[in-house]
């Protein structure tokens, strides 16, 4: 059983099963929300030997009596980290609880620190630790901030995205009204643009990744929905439209671009209330990033005033939330 926090992931996964598995008769059944739970019990009573699931659904079959996890071996916690901030604990406490006892589990995390620790020790039974690469950006992927100020974030949006260097390009906002809107305002002004969020049908979201991934988008316009785990090749450029609050996602974020050895640039725009993010982030990395400057543009500056924790209470962030307001009653925020 493979656990993943998001549906982009576990379709991911899936993907990568059925090319690992060809010509061995293993077959893999996908439980995720957002889709048919008749014709996804129908799959599970067709038999499978792997289940990809995100927990939110599973427990929904486990409900309905439509999944047994009396014989799973093997439990594969998926980006971890993710599961924690995106208030899964519960559900994968309840899940493991079915599983059982005698399985093996496997937990992937891109970041430790102390909750994933906590959780390790948790659900794992005398851990070993493998570690393999750092948890920073490559160093393939040239990093560049703009300080801007709120009115002109659009505006300078545009000015990079018409450069000749821009092939394809992930924008991240912090919000999913906020990616509506700023997609909305991209395919107004000529650009091949389309958003992702967790507030979109499965079938949205499936088709926004196609049509990126074949090149009928030139900008994706994405929560942190696509921030991690997802593979897209060819990504020339990640723009950060709004900073994220904690320095990890930044990483997950640039991480988009710059893969199977190719070069890419991430860029930044920074208001000035960011500035304690920025600082974080820098921090994370050991090193100033370098500031950007466009000819003919007006930049503004950074403030460094504020703690990170102030700016995070202020913004409404709780992270490990079990059940965040306004979600359904198993689901976390990207998969109700």
Known sequence: MILAPTRELAAQISREFKLLSHKTGLRAAVIVGGESLSRQAHELRCGAQVLIACPGRLIDHLERGTVGLDRVELVIIDEAD??????????????????RKSHQTLMFSATMDAAVERVAREFLSNPQRVSIGAASPPPAIRQMIYPVSMENKVPLLLELLNRDEVSSAIVFTRTKHRADRVARTLVNNRVKAVAIHGGRSQGQRNSAIAGFRQGHHKVLVATDIAARGLDIPDVSHVVNFDLPMESETYIHRIGRTARMGKSGQ??????????VYLRAIERKLGLSLQRGSIAGFKLGSITEGGSLAAHRRNAGVRRFSPNPAGERRHGGPLEA
């Open 266 to 275: 991430a860029l930044s725009l920074v208001i000035p209330d960011e500035g």
């Open 82 to 99: 993710r599961m924690l901030d995106m208030g899964f604990l519960p559900q994968l406490r309840r899940v493991l609880k079915t599983a």
